[in-house]
Nanobody, 130 residues
Framework: QVQLVESGGGSVQAGGSLRLSCAASGFTFSTRCMGWFRQAPGKEREGVTLISPRGSLTDYSDSVKGRFTVSRDNTKNTLYLQMNSLRPEDTAMYYC???????????????????????WGQGTQVTVSS
């Protein structure tokens, strides 16, 4: 069955860094755009970043642009999110997701956030203290 298993979350002080990983199985990872989303308590889920199947194209939300970097290793079926210069407002549950389309997608996280996700992970908590 399909599995997306996130890891790497934790607690960090403002200005610190974390690296999230997402191990995928049960589907053809290398043909799908992958994304990271987050949801803070009391807020709607927010699209953070999207990466193309081969990793050559990316898109970021304005709130993380310049601080977060998404990457993938198709040989390991793993998605990554390097988060630097973390802020308290980055505190949220972070979810890995695979888009519904295969062999590419519109490269906009806003598109992915509009119901175009096929598979979701269970999430990993990131807490940033001031």
């Amino acid at each position: 069955q399909v599995q997306l298993v996130e890891s790497g979350g934790g607690s960090v002080q403002a200005g610190g860094s974390l690296r999230l990983s997402c191990a995928a199985s049960g589907f053809t990872f290398s043909t799908r755009c992958m994304g990271w989303f987050r949801q803070a308590p009391g807020k709607e889920r927010e699209g953070v970043t999207l990466i193309s199947p081969r990793g050559s194209l990316t898109d970021y939300s304005d709130s993380v642009k310049g601080r977060f970097t998404v990457s993938r290793d198709n040989t390991k079926n793993t998605l990554y999110l390097q988060m630097n210069s973390l802020r308290p407002e980055d505190t949220a549950m972070y979810y890995c997701a695979a888009v519904a389309t295969e062999s590419g997608c519109p490269m906009a996280i806003s598109w992915a956030a509009k119901g175009n996700i096929r598979y979701w992970g269970q999430g990993t908590q990131v807490t940033v203290s001031s």
